[in-house]
Each structure stands twice: as C-alpha cells, then as structure tokens.
C-alpha cells in the first residue's frame, strides 16, 4: 500500500473515534443537564420583583454569596453570566437569569418570575408594549450598498 492512503485511513479512524467520543460526552452532558432541570422545577417559586437592573458580568463581581463562587467551578468563574439586580420587598440582591430569557427580561419594570435559589427561570406578566423598538446598525459596507441601490432605484435587500 501506498503511504498516502496508510495515512488516509489513519486519519478517518482517528475522526471516527473522536466523533464516536463526542457523542458519548454529550449523551451524558444531556442526562446531566435534564436531572439539574427536574431538581430546578421541583424548587421553584413564583415571586414579585422590581428589576432595577441587568447585566453581563463576571461570577465574582455580581454581588453574589462567596458560598456561590465557591461552589462553581473555576472554568466558569472567569466566564461573563446574565445577572439581574432587583429588588424583592425591602432587599436588594443579585440573582444569576436564565440566558434564554435574559434578553426578554424588562428593566425599571416589576414582573412576576419564577425563582429557583438565586437563579431566575422565566419572567411572567410581561407588558405588551416594550417602548419603541430601536433597529440595528448597519455596517458601513451595508450602508454603502443601500445607498447604491437608492440611486439606482432597486428595492432594498435586507
């Protein structure tokens, strides 16, 4: 045989091996995450909270419990996590949201949420009207092709 195709094959089942090692790790980082879900729903409440404010940032400049930093692992302490500020009765305090939700989640306004520990699961009673929607930037070359169709009297392309 030839050293080219000795090294062909070499390299498809050292592919295979890795594809077949990636589907055992996620099979067991998906049963992992759906028993973390169940003991979530087992431990939810559903609270009024005034949220004052929400951001990304570091586990250990949110204001959380040092027995939270603790407990996380050292690969996600530097990692940057939603955190909500709101306020539940007379206490002010930082809690960890969901990323799903996070974008959906209003602020300066008070919702009902789904709680579970420090760690925010949905936002309920969501008013309708979010205030004016504000479109995105363009990048310059998108620009620049938008002004040329103007001129040209194309329609616009998105």
Do not use: H
């Not at 420090?118 to 309920?124: A, R, S």
């Not at 990048?139 to 002004?147: D, E, S, T």
């Amino acid at each position: 045989m030839s050293t080219g195709l000795i090294v062909a094959i070499v390299i498809a089942v050292i592919l295979i091996a890795a594809i077949v090692a990636l589907v055992i790790f996620g099979k067991k980082a998906q049963k992992k995450q759906e028993e973390q879900q169940v003991q979530l729903d087992a431990m939810k409440q559903t609270v009024s909270m005034l949220i004052i404010d929400k951001k990304r940032m570091k586990l250990n400049e949110a204001g959380l419990p040092q027995a939270v930093i603790d407990q996380t692992p050292k690969l996600l302490r530097r990692s940057k996590l939603p955190i909500l500020k709101v306020r539940v009765g007379n206490r002010v305090m930082s809690l960890i949201c969901d990323e799903k939700i996070f974008d959906k989640v209003p602020v300066k306004k008070e919702v009902k949420a789904s709680v579970s520990g420090i760690y925010v699961t949905e936002v309920k009673g969501l008013r309708a009207n979010k205030g004016p929607v504000q479109e995105e930037k363009k990048g310059f070359f998108k620009n620049l092709i938008a002004k040329a169709q103007e001129k040209a009297g194309a329609k616009m392309v998105k």
